[in-house]
């Protein structure tokens, strides 16, 4: 039995690395069999959302074939990574995730699936920051007057993010630690939906990637007071650092990469990892990503492995943060 075993199971490798081979072993021009469902975790609208639109027309003509966007919201991402944990690994299935996805998320929340082990890193996409933004009718017009404006109404503010845990809310509370303050948060489905109410007056602030919220800065539709970062925006020299604004050290680097599900055979995650560092040098693509306030990084860091170490490393720099800061789920 067990010799039989061992042929039946060896015939369903082949089999399978047959099948893959006949979904990704295209020739050139030609149109591969299946579309590859690219898995946002957020609501439509929001930063990675963006990201992943942009970048998705790209590798579809890259791959010749068709990459379908799906927004899986909920539980600050934790529900699309479960999903694209357990997805079919032969390449028709990866997603996008950033800092809180696939770093945070392991800290704070209990998961089904392991936000290292479950997954092949394809490839780091784009390195961001945060801005602190706030409603347009807010009577502070820079940083110090914001956290003056806050502790004079202190508890009564509201700060929105998408949800416990996620990088808005952990850069909110280090935000009340360092300065003091205090204010309520409200969790949305994504960073989209927050932002829709801080437009409308319904909410106070936030601390929103710049993909989010810089087109709404530009348009004079909210108030920016400064940026997570030691340097300037190249798309928008204007708004300070925290450093210039009077918070020094406050900085949040929000980058974003892609992933497939565990065990994804290495010449396929090297397929799509080409498809992406094409799409990734293409002009329009990096002139949509700079306007977002996106820096796209160097292709030695585009690599499997890059993104791989790079998440090792913000594993180890801010687990440690979050759990001595005792961030729960709400």
């Known amino acids: ?14 089999i399978g690395a047959l099948i893959a ?6 020739p050139a021009g030609a149109q591969s069999s ?16 963006t990201l992943a639109r942009i970048l998705s027309e790209r590798i579809a003509a890259e791959l010749h074939t068709t990459v379908v966007v799906e927004n899986v919201a909920g539980a600050s991402g934790s529900i699309a990574g479960a999903r694209a944990a357990r997805a079919t690994p032969d390449g028709t299935t990866i997603t ?3 800092w809180g996805t696939h770093v945070l998320n392991g800290a704070i929340l209990k998961l089904p699936y392991d936000v290292v082990s479950d997954f092949e890193p394809v490839a780091m996409i784009a390195m961001g920051t945060q801005l602190i933004v706030g ?6 017009n820079n940083l ?13 503010a509201t700060a929105g993010t998408s949800g416990a845990g996620t990088g808005a809310h952990v850069a909110a509370v280090f935000f009340k630690d360092k300065t003091g303050t205090d204010f309520q948060f409200v969790p949305y489905r994504g960073a989209g939906p927050a932002m829709i109410d801080l437009v409308a007056g319904q909410i106070d602030i936030m601390f929103d990637q710049a993909a989010n919220s810089l087109a ?5 539709a909210v108030k920016a007071f400064a940026v997570t970062s030691p340097t300037r925006l190249a798309s928008a020299p204007d708004i300070p650092t925290v450093d210039e604004a009077g918070l020094s050290g406050l900085y949040i680097s929000y980058w974003h990469g892609i992933w497939a599900p565990k065990n994804t055979p ?5 397929r799509i990892n080409a498809a992406i560092v094409a799409a990734l040098a293409d002009a329009a693509v990096k002139q949509r990503f700079t306007e977002l306030g996106q820096e796209i990084p160097p292709t030695d860091q585009q690599t499997p492995a890059a993104l791989a170490a790079f998440q090792k490393a913000e594993t180890e720099k801010w687990w440690p943060i979050v759990k001595a800061a005792n961030i729960k789920p709400e």
Do not use: Q, Y
Request: proline share 4%; charged share 20%.
């Open 96 to 98: 996008i995730g950033h």
């Open 34 to 49: 299946r579309p590859i469902t690219l898995i946002v975790p957020f609501a439509a609208g929001g930063p990675t959302d």
């Open 135 to 140: 409603r347009k009718s807010l009577e502070a």
């Open 1 to 14: 039995m067990r010799g039989l075993w061992a042929v039946l199971r060896g015939h369903a490798i082949v």
């Open 21 to 26: 081979c006949a979904m990704w072993c295209t």
């Open 144 to 156: 110090k007057e914001l956290i003056a404006w806050l502790k004079a109404n202190s508890g009564k």
């Open 266 to 270: 290495k010449d396929i995650v090297a």
């Open 216 to 220: 709404h800065v530009k348009s004079g």
